[in-house]
């Protein structure tokens, strides 16, 4: 129940082309959804998030879309550059655990082709 | 300003040895949460400490343990290595609660021959 499940493992898009990564939960107490890009040899660095009253969130070329009632939220990545391409997680927390734990999918390695 | 800043940035150690990795949060951050994070897959949770106190625990055996500072810097150790042990281990830091974003350093690059 504390799993995120993320698809596809691997995107490969073409520069200016729209990248879109899925993620799946069952838990319903998850109450905040981060997406973290990562490159080689660094560490997550956030994107963007949302929580479950928003349907829709966008900040520049990332937006995320949130479906309650699918459990399921994703990350659309508009007019997609080379510099785009790293790994990209997303992740929940769960409002009934103490703190800030988060719950992370297994990942997408995300090339955008010049 | 400065982020989350951890060292050692790349450790070698053998089975059976001990190790200590530090995390400095971003200055009034309080919370500190530990991950591992092994090759190809996402982070993992070990732990979170707030106000020098353990908040939250993952599914890790007790051959690990952390602690937080009074300045809320915070060490990870790990005793008894084993060879699965090898990963980037992770820290990042927050205010406190679910709805707070984490912000991570760049690891500590754990590697166990």
């Known amino acids: 129940q504390q799993q995120v499940k993320q698809s596809p493992q691997s995107l490969i898009v073409q520069k200016g082309g729209i990248s879109i990564i899925n993620c799946a939960y069952e838990?319903?107490?998850?109450?905040?959804f981060p997406w973290y890009q990562q490159f080689p040899g660094k560490g997550p660095a956030l994107l963007i998030a949302?929580?479950?009253?928003?349907s829709e969130k966008k900040e520049g070329r990332f937006t995320i879309s949130f479906n309650k009632s699918a459990k399921q939220f994703s990350l659309h990545i508009m007019d997609s550059q080379p510099g785009d391409s790293a790994t990209y997680f997303c992740a929940a927390s769960n409002r009934y655990t103490s703190g800030s734990r988060l719950t992370f999918g297994e990942g997408t390695q995300l090339t955008v082709n010049p | 300003d400065a982020g989350v800043t951890q060292s050692p940035t790349h450790l070698i150690k053998t089975r059976g040895q001990h190790v200590t990795l530090r995390c400095s949060p971003i200055?009034?951050?309080?919370?500190v949460s530990w991950y591992q994070q092994v090759l190809g897959q996402g982070p993992q949770f070990i732990f979170q400490y707030y106000e020098k106190e353990e908040r939250g625990r993952g599914n890790f055996p007790d051959r690990f343990s952390a602690r937080q500072f009074p300045n809320y810097s915070s060490e990870l150790n790990v005793n008894a290595l084993l060879l699965g042990d090898s990963a980037l281990y992770l820290c990042?830091?927050?205010?406190?609660?679910?709805?707070?974003?984490?912000?991570f350093g760049d690891g500590t690059r754990l590697s166990i021959l």
């Open positions: 200055s009034g951050h309080k919370s």
């Open positions: 990042a830091s927050s205010f406190p609660g679910s709805t707070q974003p984490q912000h």
């Open positions: 838990n319903t107490a998850f109450d905040y």
């Open positions: 949302i929580r479950p009253d928003v």
